[in-house]
């Protein structure tokens, strides 16, 4: 396939840094192997996390369909390979092959509403009804689980504080709905009294 010619591989190292805001767009990152996260800095430097970045993921969309500069940061949470795409050439591929383009369109699309869905939750819903619904969204079904990132982490895409946090999943333990096991192993115990949580207007 010719999106192979405009590809290359880069590896980034755990922390390590793969742009940042203000650096000039026009690449798209497809994460191979590991996990990143975007975020973003306030005037004052308190760190909002956006979401995290799984492998058959991409980044740096955006910076494709505008000459504006990169908005967020990226930044590697783990040993880190990426499939690096020079945009500019992936254009010209969208434009010959339409595929490439909806299934871009398709991947923005499904981002924005869960976007939309989270500004509405920090919005108008409870930190107990966010965190109930955040711990549904990583177990996959599961009833034991690793956090997929640092409670900070998962404080700032909550809208919260890690103080906030700690304290709720706390007293969701003390409840009898969760055992926590150590920094980020979390076992389900009551998923039905979590649903019932999510619910509450």
Not at 36 to 58: D, I
Not at 67 to 90: F, H, I, K, Y
Not at 125 to 140: D, F, P
Not at 141 to 155: H, N, S, V
């Amino acid at each position: 396939m010719e999106i192979v010619e405009i590809a290359s591989s880069r590896s980034f190292e755990k922390g390590e840094t793969v742009y940042r805001a203000g650096d000039e767009g026009g690449t798209l990152f497809v994460l191979y192997t590991g996990r990143a996260k975007l975020f973003r800095l306030n005037a004052s430097g308190k760190e909002q996390v956006l979401r995290l970045v799984e492998p058959g993921e991409f980044i740096g969309e955006l910076s494709l369909f505008s000459s504006l500069p990169l908005t967020d940061n990226a930044q590697a949470l783990e040993a880190t390979t990426m499939c690096v795409l020079q945009g500019e050439r992936l254009k010209g591929l969208m434009a010959k092959y339409p595929s490439i383009a909806f299934k871009v369109m398709d991947e923005l699309s499904r981002r924005l509403e869960k976007a939309e869905n989270r500004i509405e939750d920090i919005s108008l819903s409870s930190v107990t009804k966010r965190i109930a619904g955040a711990l549904l969204e990583l177990s996959e079904g599961k009833q034991e689980f690793l956090l997929p990132m640092t409670k900070g982490d998962l404080a700032s895409q909550l809208g919260m504080t890690q103080e906030t946090l700690s304290r709720k999943l706390a007293a969701l333990q003390e409840e009898g709905l969760i055992i926590l096991k150590g920094h980020r192993k979390i076992i389900i115990k009551d998923k039905s009294e979590l649903e019932e949580i999510t619910l509450i207007e």
